[in-house]
């Protein structure tokens, strides 16, 4: 089956090629010709995942999935969620963003968080999303400097330290993402789609 992944992130299109079996041919936006940035207009992750799908599997007429995906939490009413990127303004600053949220949260004694993505599937018969979700708190200070984004301040239920400390391995077998990804896999592969 051919499909496109409607992302420029390599390290996404890296990971997911890892995961899938081999009769999937999976295609990026670059490898379709496609240069230019999607807008991402939707009030919601869900929104925003499925906008990409439509956008990309209507214009060249091919099967395609979109990702998105932010932090939510709990003390802040789903803050950042959709505008996790960009949470201290633009450009995107992973730092900037980070201590933005230490300083809301500071004063809350509820530290509850997670992380959560959304793929949208468009094919011809098909729209689907599938999500991820890993729950967790949000510490006091940065710590570690693995991973990216909010990394080193989300620590995992059951763990006693940030993301931001986890080798790349340890966070892909608990990470929103590969719960996503994981479903969208079983997905396609009980499907007669391939
Ligand atoms: P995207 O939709 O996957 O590009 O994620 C949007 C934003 O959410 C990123 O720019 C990060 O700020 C945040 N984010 C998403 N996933 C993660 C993660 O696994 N770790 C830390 N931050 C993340």
Do not use: W
Not at 40 to 55: L, M
Not at 141 to 159: A, H, L, M, T, V
């Amino acid at each position: 089956m051919e499909i496109v992944f409607a992302t420029k992130n390599k390290n996404k299109i890296k990971e997911i090629k890892l995961l899938l079996p081999k009769k999937f041919k999976i295609f990026n936006l670059d490898e379709i010709g496609f240069k230019e940035d999607i807008i991402e207009y939707g009030k919601t992750i869900e929104e925003n995942a499925i906008i990409k799908a439509d956008f990309i599997s209507n214009k060249f007429s091919i099967d395609c999935f979109a990702d998105d995906s932010g932090l939510e939490i709990e003390a802040l009413n789903g803050d950042p969620g959709v505008f996790s990127a960009r949470y201290a303004g633009t450009p995107k600053n992973d730092l900037n963003n980070i201590r933005k949220v230490l300083k809301l949260i500071s004063k809350k004694r509820n530290k509850k968080a997670q992380f959560r993505t959304v793929i949208a599937l468009k094919t011809k018969y098909i729209s689907k999303t599938f999500e991820g979700i890993l729950k967790g708190t949000i510490s006091k200070e940065i710590i570690g400097s693995n991973g990216f984004g909010y990394d080193p301040i989300f620590i995992p239920n059951g763990s006693s330290t940030t993301l931001g400390e986890f080798k790349s391995s340890m966070k892909n077998m608990i990470s929103h993402r590969s719960i996503a990804v994981n479903k969208l896999i079983n997905f396609l592969n009980s499907n007669k789609i391939v």
